[in-house]
């Protein structure tokens, strides 16, 4: 079992509608939990962070976190062309040392005017 | 806030030559910076962790004597990729992070595209 897990899609979403991506971890212990989203070519940039469970809201993302279910979610709402990337889930295991963070594969998502 | 400068963008030498990459932290003091490295169409790979003023810790797999690495200050860290060879081409990429735990998010650099030819 990875330790972090997405499904790789590509999530093909409406333009205007709600893209909804989740992301599940093995290490009950862990205590952060990062959203980068990643244009093709380009770098990750971070889009949101969570480290309580429940819902964070930022402009049209909204991060959810269950620790008890071992996942965490993205959602974007009014979805625009814009929007279309990759979108990785990194998540700070509590045996890692360092601090270093364990990314997820990514989901690709695209929005479709 | 929280911008990560990396240098060169894009490099394009011969094989046999080393290349040195920086990245720095523009507005923060960055007490850990990491490297990866991602093939097209793959994942992040982790490929070191380097803590100001010590040495870098390396990936299993990642040769500390081929892809040297020095964190002299709080805001620079760089990447020499000694004598490349084509199967070194690929995206590098810094990120960093200001310390303080376990919850402060790791920041990334533009990346560096490098082929070797």
């Known amino acids: 079992q990875k330790e972090v897990e997405q499904n790789s899609g590509p999530l093909s979403v409406p333009e205007g509608a709600i893209a909804s991506l989740n992301c599940t971890y093995s290490d009950r212990g862990s205590q952060s939990f990062f959203w980068y989203r990643q244009y093709s070519g380009k770098s990750p940039e971070l889009i949101m962070f969570?480290?309580?469970?429940g819902d964070k809201e930022d402009g049209r993302f909204t991060a959810q976190l269950n620790k008890a279910s071992q996942y965490v979610s993205l959602l974007i709402r009014d979805s625009q062309p814009s929007d279309s990337a990759t979108y990785l889930c990194?998540?700070?295991?509590?045996?890692?040392?360092?601090?270093?963070?364990?990314f997820g594969g990514g989901t690709r998502v695209l929005v479709k005017p | 806030g929280a911008v990560v400068s990396q240098h060169p963008s894009w490099v394009i030498c011969k094989s046999g030559t080393s290349v040195k990459i920086e990245c720095r932290s523009l507005?923060?003091?960055?007490?850990?910076m990491f490297w990866y490295r991602q093939f097209p169409k793959q994942s992040l790979m982790l490929m070191a962790t380097s803590n100001e003023g010590s040495k870098a810790t390396y990936e299993q797999g990642v040769e500390k004597d081929k892809f040297l690495i020095n964190h002299a200050s709080l805001t620079l860290s760089t990447l020499t990729v000694t004598s490349a060879h084509p199967e070194d081409s690929s995206f590098y990429i810094c990120s960093a992070r200001s310390g303080g735990g376990k919850n402060q998010p790791q920041h990334f650099g533009d990346g560096t595209r490098l082929s070797i030819l």
């Open positions: 507005d923060f003091q960055a007490t850990t």
């Open positions: 990194a998540v700070n295991p509590t045996k890692a040392a360092g601090n270093k963070l364990t």
């Open positions: 969570i480290y309580s469970n």
